[in-house]
Structures are given as C-alpha cells and as structure tokens.
C-alpha cells in the first residue's frame, strides 16, 4: 500500500524537515512547470525513473533546467543501457504513475529496489522542490534535508554531475 500525502508529510515532522508545499493545476513534464518555477521559491527539479538491461532500477533527481543523456550516465553509473521504467513497475515499486516520480516516492519502496542518484548541482542550490506523490503540488525544501528523508530509508545516493 503506498503512503499518503499526509503520511509523507507527518513524516517529515518526524525528521524535522521543514517543507511547504505549494499547490498548482497538474504537471506532467519538466517543460510544463517552467511558469510555474518563477512563482515557487527553490530549485525547479525532475526525475527519472530508469531501468538498465539488466533490471537494476534508478531514480535520477536533477534541476529541471538540466538535460541527462543516458548513454553519457549510463557510463557514470557503470550501469547497463538505461531507458525509462515503464508505468506498470513505476507503480508497482514506488506507488505513484507517471508525472508524479519524486523522490519522495522512495518512502514506497519497500524492498529498496531503486538506487536514488542525485545532481550535485541541485544538491548545492539551498532550497529544492519536488512533487509530493502527486503532481498538482509541489513540496520546497531544503537540499540537505533531502539527503536526511533518503538515509531515513537506508538508501546511500550517488551524487555525481548528471549531464
């Protein structure tokens, strides 16, 4: 059963991350929040859900200013050819469907199945935003306080330059 917003964000409390959340009409793409980036203070972002050839599953949060190549991050990660994870196992792993991929959605992972990759670029910009499980909001917080939700789970990201 995937958390609710509530939950992700009682959560939070929990960690003493402080967040606020800003809601706006649903976003599918990166593109699409560009408007909405100059109303919403921090960090744009986006995220990738990718699977490699030999099923290892990635989560790829990084400025939504920023291209990723695959072939070119695929060689960062010493990973097998990337594409995108289909909505099928979106949903099955980390409980949202497409245009909601957050890293928040980790707190869905039960079985730890993703390895989170994050831009060290983003990681430097102070305050960030990502949806929370769904996509007509968006949650600011602190980069930092990213790195604290993440470990909370036991996942050890890689940060490294996307592009």
């Not at 072939?71 to 909505?87: D, I, M, Q, Y």
Request: hydrophobic fraction near 45%; charged fraction near 20%; charge should be negative.
């Amino acid at each position: 059963m995937s958390a609710s917003e509530q939950e992700l964000f009682a959560l939070l409390d929990q960690l003493g991350i402080a967040h606020e959340t800003t809601e706006h009409p649903p976003i599918f793409t990166a593109e699409e929040g560009h408007a909405l980036a100059a109303r919403i203070p921090g960090r744009a972002c986006k995220n990738l859900f990718l699977k490699d050839k030999k099923g290892v599953l990635w989560l790829v949060v990084l400025p939504a200013d920023k291209k990723a190549d695959l072939n070119t991050l695929e060689k960062k990660l010493h990973s097998a050819r990337l594409s995108f994870g289909n909505p099928t196992l979106l949903g099955e792993v980390l409980g949202i469907t497409p245009g909601s991929v957050t890293p928040f959605a980790l707190i869905n992972d039960n079985e730890r199945r993703v390895t989170p990759v994050l831009d060290a670029e983003m990681m430097q910009a102070g305050l960030v935003n990502y949806h929370p499980l769904r996509n007509d909001a968006s949650t600011t917080l602190q980069a930092d306080d990213l790195l604290k939700f993440i470990a909370f789970f036991g996942y050890k990201p890689v940060i490294l330059d996307v592009a």
